[in-house]
């Protein structure tokens, strides 16, 4: 008898303590995910796998953290196998939502989604998260709907209200400072100043204004650009526009250009997470001259929002023979730091034989290796100043140096 009631002493003391330890590993992992120590993470979530494979709640911290740690096509996967055993538990519809909201698979995001609101209807969290998707999907009067139903569920939910504040303050408008300079070994300076106002008028369309002042020695010349960009969906961007000058034989009289521009993620890719190409023409007529280039760009997303880049330009001059010049440049972009709304980012680029035909003296017979780089620091959600240098080695012995900055506020 008394064998009997210390066997299950020792039983009853054994649960316990084996409930213990299935409460501490999720403090642990909750240590290890605020750390951002993923490896950490997921063999402490292995183990308890181990320990209860049955265990969907484990199964879904297993999900949550490779998610988390950007390994996004895996947590699709473990998302949709335990939803395969247990598909009534609204938790884990919104994960899957989350992994396609990353993967930016809005359509699919959204039904996970419903089915997650159909489960547990009166979950503000699930509300909230539905009403940003709706948002994602450009469906505004929806997305404000739901923020609204998830605060009659939850008045202090900080998500609907953020939400809410998202649609209320979405800018529509960018204006654009930018101030530069050129010095050159063989001519006196220029100074370059510009006005631009970006307007994104719906999500499929947008115009562009600008008007830019030259002085080069003791001349002046202005410009005024103008252009519209049709976006639609699957299909990408056209941008077409033109330029007018009182030029004095400095910048060209007048210009023409188009620009098609298309973009494309990369799913289960660990090193190019998109990759996007920029495809144009430009046209330059001026007094003495006409210059037709080819412009092509491709731009490449890397992981840790770095990006690298690569373009081509082909230049046609008609003076009294024609010919084609060939150039090309490469930037690398890289993030520095963030605090607060603040963000640092910087780029180093390399440029071979590129000009931009803004100027006179850009269109001679000449060869170039032009270095540089810039930096863009973000001041609140709404402003930016950016700033570059650069250096250009030309042939004859000919040399210049460049740098300027701009400024940019939305509303």
């Keep these: 008898m008394i064998l009997r009631l210390l066997a299950g002493i020792w039983i009853f003391c054994f649960l316990a303590w084996g409930q213990q330890l299935s409460v501490g590993w999720r403090e642990d992992v909750q240590r290890c995910v605020e750390a951002r120590d993923w490896v950490k993470a997921m063999d402490i979530v292995d183990r308890e796998i181990v320990r209860a494979p049955q265990d969907m709640d484990i199964r879904a911290w297993h999900a949550r953290i490779l998610m988390w740690s950007g390994k996004i096509a895996e947590a699709e996967r473990d998302y949709l196998e335990i939803l395969a055993v247990a598909p009534n538990d609204p938790d884990n519809w919104m994960g899957l939502a989350n992994v396609y909201s990353r993967e930016e698979r809005t359509k699919e995001a959204l039904k996970a989604l419903d089915r997650a609101v159909e489960l547990d209807p009166k979950r503000a969290d699930l509300r909230a998260a539905r009403g940003r998707a709706l948002q994602a999907a450009h469906d505004q009067s929806e997305a404000k709907l739901e923020f609204h139903r998830a605060l009659d569920l939850d008045p202090n939910s900080t998500q609907a209200r953020a939400g809410l504040l998202s649609l209320r303050g979405e800018p529509k408008h960018a204006v654009r400072v930018v101030v530069d300079a050129d010095l050159f070994t063989f001519a006196d300076a220029n100074h370059d100043e510009g006005l631009s106002l970006n307007s994104q008028w719906t999500s499929r369309w947008g115009t562009s204004v600008a008007s830019n002042v030259y002085r080069r020695g003791g001349t002046e010349a202005e410009k005024f650009v103008a252009s519209a960009t049709r976006r639609v969906p699957k299909w990408g961007a056209l941008t077409v526009g033109g330029a007018a000058a009182h030029d004095n034989n400095v910048i060209p009289k007048d210009e023409a250009f188009f620009d098609y521009d298309q973009g494309w993620k990369l799913r289960g ?143």
Excluded: C
């Excluded at 495809?279 to 491709?298: C, D, K, S, V």
């Design 269 to 411: 890719s660990k090193i190019v997470r998109g990759v996007e190409i920029d495809y144009g023409q430009h046209w330059y007529w001026y007094t003495t001259a006409r210059i037709f280039t080819i412009n092509e760009t491709t731009l490449f997303y890397l992981p840790h929002d770095w990006t690298w880049s690569f373009g081509l330009t082909g230049a046609r001059s008609h003076f009294s023979s024609t010919e084609w010049r060939p150039s090309g440049m490469t930037r690398l972009g890289f993030p520095i730091t963030r605090w607060d709304e603040r963000r640092l980012g910087g780029n180093v680029f390399y440029a071979v034989g590129t000009e931009n035909f803004a100027q006179v003296d850009q269109i001679g017979q000449f060869s170039s290796h032009t270095y540089g780089g810039g930096l863009r620091l973000r001041l609140t959600a709404r402003e930016d100043v950016t700033g570059f240098a650069a250096y250009q080695k030309r042939t004859q012995g000919r040399r210049q140096a460049s740098f300027g900055f701009t400024y940019g506020v939305r509303f």
